[in-house]
């Protein structure tokens, strides 16, 4: 409690364009290693870059959706370093003139509210990979010039909490705005965490000034990330307690030992001697093109919540697991738009759906079920001709094996009898043989309407109407 943690993020989020950022080799993940590679990304002497135009769409689209100023005329810059990952010996990035800044986004955790400050966001490419197996090294340098943005944020996070919570909100932005996979597990959502701490009441009874800060890498997961805070906040604390002081360094976390270790010491931008990219000319982003990616722009999830609360009357509960992922958000908007109601959509989804997709182990994004078959089935339990018995039984037919929905129910006579005289016959013969119970009814006992109904539902096998079941059931009872 004596001492306040104080954190800033750097987010690299690699883009899913079809094509690298200065070449037009593949950015898919994997492949054989250096096959999607040219000379350009593998960094030949005499190639010349040239830049994708889908790339600052990518990153106008995202500083746009994180209120950001939009910069009109950037640049490029080469970050020079050597690392055998990086061909070319130099990454073009952007130093002087960020595509985007000072942005922001609203975070909610544990300890409330709090706008985080988007420091920048800025344009460059990612490197190759190294490969240790065997005691060798291997080069593979398909990563390279695939389209990174970098998310800068100030030093505005205070507990492993606020982090998760900006770094889900901005996953979901970035999944929404269809800019980025987000697989941590492949590497296209990193996050180096920034960590410094200062003690609380300082000499003049104020926090004292921001400490000096360590920056982790390699941090694979959402886990990762709240147990490296955790390790590098006591060990900091720890190391001034005792006298020590901090020492502004590049950290590895090891998340099987559950501990890092420094790197390098931390180079400032001076030591990479940035220049500005010479082969790149600078960048105009004129009012037309920022309109037409701002008139483009997807709804978010969080104003998507705000209407299906206002205009659908969901919960705010059905409303956030609605919206959770984009894929099923995608889907009650078209299940709904097909069968004209909200309510019996999110019903369908939020119920039988889920439920299917979890014994199926079935991922969100993997989902795929035809919105005109499920909303065909919603319309039929709406218009009386299916029970919610075969609305389950159809759409678990539907997510299996796609089944054609009107066939399906035809095949296993799904359809409710609605046939008055039917009907009228079999609630004639449950009355006759439960005597007791149709006295209990006429003495006010409820409970006997409810007893008499299931008996009724009993003899049509499941399949009776059950609106029509009651209203014959009501008649024949007056008339008893
Ligand atoms: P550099 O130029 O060395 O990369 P920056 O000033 O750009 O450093 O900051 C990089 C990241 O470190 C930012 O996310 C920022 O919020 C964070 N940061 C800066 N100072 C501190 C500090 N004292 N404690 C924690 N994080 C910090
Ligand atoms: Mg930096
Ligand atoms: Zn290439």
């Known amino acids: 409690m004596k001492y306040e943690v104080v954190i800033g993020l750097e987010v690299h989020a690699e883009l899913s364009t079809g094509s690298k950022i200065f070449c037009g080799c593949s950015t898919e993940f994997g492949g054989e290693p250096n096959t999607r590679v040219c000379p350009v990304c593998a960094g030949m002497p005499g190639t010349l870059p040239r830049l994708n135009r889908a790339v600052i769409d990518y990153a106008v689209r995202l500083g746009l959706a994180l209120n950001c100023e939009i910069t009109r005329r950037c640049k490029f810059d080469r970050k020079n370093y050597f690392y055998p990952d990086l061909p070319k010996a130099y990454q073009v990035s952007q130093l002087y003139l960020p595509i985007c800044r000072d942005g922001s986004l609203e975070i909610e955790s544990d300890s409330g509210m709090k706008t985080i400050t988007i420091r920048e966001i800025h344009m460059e490419e990612d490197a190759g990979k190294l490969i240790h197996e065997g005691g060798e090294t291997y080069m593979d340098f398909n990563r390279c010039g695939v389209p990174l943005l970098e998310i800068v944020t100030q030093p505005d996070f205070r507990n492993a909490d606020e982090v998760n919570a900006y770094l889900e909100k901005l996953r979901e932005i970035l999944k929404y705005l269809e800019i980025c996979d987000c697989k941590m597990q492949e590497g296209s959502l990193r996050a180096d965490v920034n960590l410094s701490v200062r003690r609380r009441f300082g000499e003049s009874g104020e926090p004292e000034e921001y400490g000096v800060r360590t920056e982790m890498k390699n941090l694979n997961s959402f886990k990762a990330i709240s147990r490296a805070i955790e390790y590098e906040s006591q060990r900091q604390i720890e190391l001034i307690e005792s006298g020590g002081t ?5 950290r590895r976390w090891d998340d099987e030992k559950g501990e890092s270790h420094g790197m390098r010491s931390k180079e400032d931008a001076q030591d ?9 000319l600078p960048l105009e982003i004129d009012e ?14 969080h104003l998507k919540r705000e209407r299906y609360i206002g205009e659908y009357k969901l919960s705010a509960a059905e409303a956030a697991i609605l919206t959770e992922h984009k894929n099923i958000s995608d889907l009650f908007e078209a299940v709904t738009r097909e069968s004209g109601s909200p309510i019996e959509s999110a019903r369908l989804l939020l119920g039988e759906v889920m439920r299917l997709m979890n014994t199926t182990n079935t991922l969100p994004e ?15 339990v709406e218009g009386g001709k299916i029970n919610r018995d075969a609305l389950k039984q159809a759409t678990e037919a539907v997510f299996v094996s796609n089944a054609e929905p009107a066939d399906y129910i035809a095949e296993n006579q799904l359809e409710m009898l609605s046939d008055d005289t039917l009907i009228a016959e079999k609630a004639q013969s449950v009355i006759d043989a439960n005597p007791g119970a149709v006295e209990d009814y006429h003495n ?9 109904m299931g008996q009724v539902m009993k003899q049509l096998a499941g399949s009776g109407n059950p609106e029509i079941a009651k209203r014959l059931l009501l008649e024949l009872l007056q008339k008893t």
């Open 366 to 380: 993997d989902l795929k079920l035809d919105p005109s078959k499920l909303s065909y089935l919603i319309r039929q």
């Open 272 to 280: 990479y001697r940035y220049f500005p990219e010479p082969d790149l």
């Open 246 to 250: 901090v020492i502004q360094e590049t």
């Open 444 to 452: 006010g006992k409820t409970k006997a309407f409810g007893f008499l």
């Open 288 to 301: 037309e093109w920022l309109e037409r990616i701002r008139a483009n722009l997807p709804e978010l999830a």
